[in-house]
């Protein structure tokens, strides 16, 4: 716990650093502590807003001596909690840091600040010919993007935050700055640091900087919706097409209950059945050849037909009413909050992994629209919650411990892409076990005392809370 | 330094455990010292052959409890002393564990153990129309590839060992087992073991089992040769080809001295003039397209036409002899061993980073052919070497040194894929600085008796030498 004495003496510090940029203004320190998931808002001692990797490696070292925990902040669009402020401490906001720094075209690469979202991102790189293609939905900023080594709808086709970061600067928990790997393609040369942390959540370091692969902009885009006469038909079609090898940009899936609420939100007249949204890349002749191909696939297993989506706005309508699941999700039942579940499984898995949870989610009575990047194994259900009933809450809770059962008897994992935060810590230790504590001797040898986003992925001893406030 | 006494008593408990699989031959000994490279021989104080996990961990614990050494072993084809017994100690020989433990087609993914070599699990795969497509050239195997993460010529397409392991087990530096993640396609949860392992040559535990990706064997492959007037149109051409966004699945360069090599190794007919190999996959029209725009590009570049392998046995002799440029190499120089450099830098500095390397060799008086994985940016050098000349070594190794600092200024990484072994062990310290420490704060938190492969990629306390011997 942080002694509000000590967080005085902090924060004039602080101001002598960095003025005005660091502050503990009520509406920042709350604004700071919520997040888009249902988790209980979780609020800083204090915010401070960086402008360089200098002021950071100044800022870890003030807390280094002081003991005070550092929780980076990005676009706030994570759902585990992953930046909730446990403990209290000071939290750096990194929105000022969100410069292109390094623009390679002839490489395929860019070097950015981590508070850069996507969007920005794609907004810059509009007239070189490149695009960075992860997209998890929101908007959100790179590092917070490596940091729960995010994937999204098109990582079925380009990866996800591990396959498309090159490299990293870091300030690790002693103050000192370092970058994990050169800028060349690809390299043997010691740990791979880069994918170390990549998906730590912030415990490891503060990313200050991060080289991504880019992407040619595809030369031509069909995208398509599907609709089809049950789930199954739909996920055996999605398996379908990964199989015969297509390489589909995007294949997801939305249950009819998800199709009612993206009607609803975004003012479209899309069936409200199990349907799959596709997305090609490529020549102009590749994408016809794919596209066959995957109709061929759909109509074996009774699709109703594709709706092509040709024009740019066509296809930015499609893919928005996709990307707003989650406030579309919400709008059906007004007041209430998700709790966002992220198992994701073997393919062969998936249609049985469906299954058996749509009849759990009916025997729970729990209000729960399906979305899913199906191509990669990974759904998600926005289970619909009365953030006052706490009897539902449990009934949820217990639903998910369920669903992540089900997931690991079936070879998969509790969370594809939204990392463990605070919400799945138990879950990790089912997951891998023993090796938990392989990351918890890790975590040890970096983050001696532990200021590094304290109470993320693992307790750091065993039988500890997950916060200690 | 391993007392010879304690070894005797070691190789009596070892015998206890596994007969005659525990052996101290000389032959066998030597064997295990030796590698490709121009490397000394190093070999162990004893050698063992497991036959499951449960004996590495047995084993493992034994050499725990006594403080011996452990060098894991696969196929002996590692480049950089990656396997040297330092230190003697005991060599894991892998060999023996090379079943395929199952095989999910529909996932298209495939755990094996570790011994297996490339070439036996693609065997093994023939009939499934699926396959495992990283080729380092040697038929190296699986465990070895991951420890040093390894690419080769299809790493354009389908990535590194980095990018194909989905999941390990690993037998840690206490005995303890651990599985790294599950089977599903992607994850977010928490620390990525795996990709820490997949690169750690051994020095974090050893490697029992490994769960990979597989790929659709494509519908159509197109192979073809294309001579160029001068290395620069050709490496231009493999820029070209890449920053077009030509899903090419190998692009390799030789230069004319290792065509000369080639011809007179293979009984071959090529030109002798810098060469670009093409390889590509997709369906029969997609491949077609991809040749067209490559042709083209080649073409512009002066290139002297393509000449295709059309049956599999033309494609099949024209790789054969793209996978034996290290015999073919030597070859050009009886009696020489080959010093072989492996630095990769960003393709838009390919062009320079060859040409400033080509004035160097000459000014150097080396022989030194050279083979690229272009598409990469990653090239070798073979450098031919009289073993018993003391002064060409100096010189040998000088040059080395200028290429390795000429990369780094270029961005690039002083290895693409054979990993820093012992031979390396200075350049990582100039590539990465600080993010070193780092690298060795995690081999002291997993192996703080520094038993595993001890003496590679870096010296665990600072001003170390390589060897203790």
């Known amino acids: 716990m942080t002694a509000h004495a000590s967080v005085d003496g902090i924060m004039a510090r602080l101001t002598g650093m960095v003025g005005e940029r660091a502050t503990r203004a009520p509406g920042v320190l709350d604004g700071h502590g919520r997040s888009e998931a249902y988790h209980a808002p979780r609020p800083p001692d204090v915010v401070v807003f960086p402008d360089d990797a200098d002021e950071v490696r100044r800022i870890v070292r003030l807390c280094a001596e002081t003991g005070m ?67 998890p939905g929101a908007d959100a900023s790179i590092g917070g993007m ?24 870091v300030v690790l928990a002693d103050g000192r700055i370092i970058r994990t790997a050169r800028r060349a393609r690809k390299s043997s040369a010691g740990y791979d640091l880069t994918r170390l942390f990549v998906g730590a959540e912030g415990t490891l370091g503060v990313i200050t900087e991060v080289t991504l692969k880019l992407h040619p ?18 996920v055996d079609t999605a398996i379908g097409v990964i199989q015969s090898g297509i390489p589909v940009a995007r294949i997801e899936l939305l249950d009819a209950m998800m199709m009612r609420g993206v009607n609803a939100f975004a003012k479209l007249g899309h069936r409200e059945a199990p349907t799959l949204f596709f997305e090609f890349h490529g020549s102009p002749a590749g994408v016809a050849e794919q596209a066959g191909l995957a109709q061929a696939v759909a109509a074996d297993q009774g699709g109703l037909g594709f709706t092509w989506a040709t024009t740019p706005e066509e296809r930015s309508r499609l893919w928005q009413a996709r990307d707003n699941t989650l406030y579309a999700g919400l709008g059906l039942r007004p007041g209430a909050r998700a709790m966002v579940t992220d198992v994701c499984v073997p393919i062969s898995r998936l249609t049985e992994c469906l299954s058996l949870t749509a009849r759990d989610i009916e025997e729970s009575r729990l209000i729960a629209p399906v ?11 926005l289970i619909l919650i009365d953030p006052a009933d706490a009897e539902e809450i449990a009934r949820a809770k217990a639903f998910h411990g369920r669903l992540v059962e089900r997931a690991l008897a079936l070879e998969g994992t509790c969370t594809g892409e939204h990392g463990i935060g605070v919400g799945k810590i138990d879950f990790l230790e089912q997951e891998l076990g023993e090796a938990v504590d392989a ?12 200021i590094m986003n304290p109470g993320k992925i693992f307790r750091q001893h065993a039988g500890e809370g997950g916060s200690r406030r």
């Open 439 to 450: 990351m918890r001797a890790i975590k040890q040898a970096l983050d001696p005392h532990n």
């Open 69 to 135: 925990p550092i929780v980076p902040f990005g676009a706030g669009t994570s759902l585990e909690g992953n930046a909730a402020a446990l403990d209290g401490g000071l939290c750096l906001d990194m929105t000022r840091m969100n410069r292109v720094l390094a623009l390679n075209a002839e490489d395929m690469d860019v070097r950015v600040q981590p508070g850069i979202t996507r969007k920005q991102l794609n907004a810059q790189l509009r007239d070189t010919g490149l695009f960075f293609p992860i997209d």
């Open 146 to 169: 490596a940091s729960t080594r995010a994937s999204g709808t098109m990582a079925v086709r380009y990866g996800t935050m591990k396959d498309n970061v090159l490299a990293l600067e």
């Open 371 to 381: 979305v899913g990047h199906v191509g990669d194994g990974n759904f998600h259900l």
């Open 217 to 234: 902009q595809p030369e031509a885009i069909f995208s398509a919706v599907c609709a089809f006469p049950d789930l199954k038909a739909a």
